[in-house]
Nanobody, 116 residues
Framework: QVQLVESGGGLVQAGGSLRLSCRAS????????MAWFRQANGKEREFVAT????????IYADSVKGRFTISRDNAKNTVYLQMNSLKPEDTAVYYC?????????WGQGTQVTVSS
């Protein structure tokens, strides 16, 4: 069973930056498109960004386009999310997982809090 461990969250002022990491155990990471999702308090989990298995293609939610960058290092079984120009509305717990179902068991996520 693949395990996902997210890290890199924290408290940052509006306009600041953070870089999230998500490491996956197991040998199949490089075969799958990966994605970042987020869930704010009282809201449903939403899609943030996705990257193809090779890393050549990316897609972003309109709300983060131009501010966030997703990347991956298949040798390290890790996917990253560089977040710039952060806004208070970006506050949420961020998770990574396969882009499509069946998804792996969700990790604990990493909290991102953006103060105004």
């Amino acid at each position: 069973q693949v395990q996902l461990v997210e890290s890199g969250g924290g408290l940052v002022q509006a306009g600041g930056s953070l870089r999230l990491s998500c490491r996956a155990s197991g040998r199949t990471f490089s075969s799958y498109a990966m994605a970042w999702f987020r869930q704010a308090n009282g809201k449903e989990r939403e899609f943030v960004a996705t990257i193809s298995a090779s890393g050549g293609d990316t897609i972003y939610a309109d709300s983060v386009k131009g501010r966030f960058t997703i990347s991956r290092d298949n040798a390290k079984n890790t996917v990253y999310l560089q977040m710039n120009s952060l806004k208070p509305e970006d506050t949420a717990v961020y998770y990574c997982n396969r882009r499509t179902r069946p998804q792996w068991t969700w990790g604990q996520g990493t909290q991102v809090t953006v103060s105004s």
